[in-house]
């Protein structure tokens, strides 16, 4: 009896996981592990694959953004947050991640000011700016810099 229901509910595990990986790519499952172990580059890869096979796949663009941001991609990443945000199931996580990857180099932008080291305040400005387009902040500090 013991060993029925084991084998009862291995075969629940494997309907789920069956489930589960029926219902996205191998490209876009490979991508979110890759991304749990912080693999950007290899999640980076996938996730390219999945936009271009499916580029209506918002949750793919954000995470694309995501990875670029990580790898310091920052003209990748500013253009597919840009992407991720125009799908409404995405758009309040999507922005809230670039406004953090946005902030984080802004930050590290007047840091670097702050210490006179404008070679570093250029690049950590200019990074702000690809990641969010749209925010005159750090253009305007890049002007400074």
């Not at 597919?80 to 930050?107: D, I």
């Not at 570093?120 to 890049?142: G, K, M, T, Y």
Request: proline residues 1%.
């Amino acid at each position: 009896m013991i060993q029925r229901s084991r084998v009862g509910q291995a075969a629940g595990v494997l309907l789920a996981v069956a489930l589960f990986i029926g219902c996205q790519s191998t490209a876009l499952t490979s991508a979110k592990l890759y991304v749990q172990q912080e693999h950007w580059d290899k999640a980076a890869e996938q996730l390219q694959v999945v936009v271009e096979q499916t580029p209506t796949d918002g949750e793919a663009w954000m995470l694309l953004a995501v990875a670029r941001a990580n790898l310091s991609q920052f003209n990748e990443a500013g253009q597919a947050f840009s992407r991720a945000v125009a799908f409404p199931a995405q758009q309040e996580e999507a922005s809230r991640l670039r406004r953090g990857f946005w902030v984080k180099s802004f930050n590290s932008g007047v840091d670097a000011l702050g210490q006179n080291d404008f070679e570093a305040a250029v690049e950590a400005f200019s990074a702000a700016q690809a990641i969010d387009e749209s925010n005159d902040d750090a253009s305007r500090n890049l002007a400074f810099a």
